[in-house]
Nanobody, 124 residues
Framework: QVHVVESGGGLGQPGGSLRLACAAP????????AGWYRQAPGKERELVAR???????TYADSVKGRFTISREGARGTVWLQMNSLKPEDTAVYYC??????????????????WGKGTLVTVSP
């Protein structure tokens, strides 16, 4: 089973910043489009931000202006820069790779690969 690899979670202060990374595992050459989701205790998983193959980004209203999604490098690591953190941002954050390449010469293919999640806690 293929999982993308999330990192960067932890404890953040209200008003502070954290940056999450979503990296391609060894079995995937690159992530070409992806979304970041989050699930708070007792709530359903929700889409936070998405970046397309062309680099277009969309955001949930609750994070617009505070979070930035980006993708960089040959392997397409997907970043989620989270600024002006609020306690309500506390959740497990998941990355979902929607389009990938399996090798450098492959075409971009549809995918549905999730990570195991990284916990973000925002508290004084």
């Amino acid at each position: 089973q293929v999982h993308v690899v999330e990192s960067g979670g932890g404890l953040g202060q209200p008003g502070g910043s954290l940056r999450l990374a979503c990296a391609a595992p060894a079995s995937i050459f690159s992530i070409n489009a992806a979304g970041w989701y989050r699930q708070a205790p007792g709530k359903e998983r929700e889409l936070v931000a998405r970046i397309t193959e062309g680099g277009d980004a969309t955001y949930a209203d609750s994070v617009k202006g505070r979070f930035t999604i980006s993708r960089e490098g040959a392997r397409g690591t997907v970043w989620l820069q989270m600024n002006s953190l609020k306690p309500e941002d506390t959740a497990v954050y998941y990355c979902n790779a929607e389009k990938v390449r399996y090798d450098p010469f492959d075409t971009v293919r549809n995918a549905d690969y999730w990570g195991k999640g990284t916990l973000v806690t925002v508290s004084p």
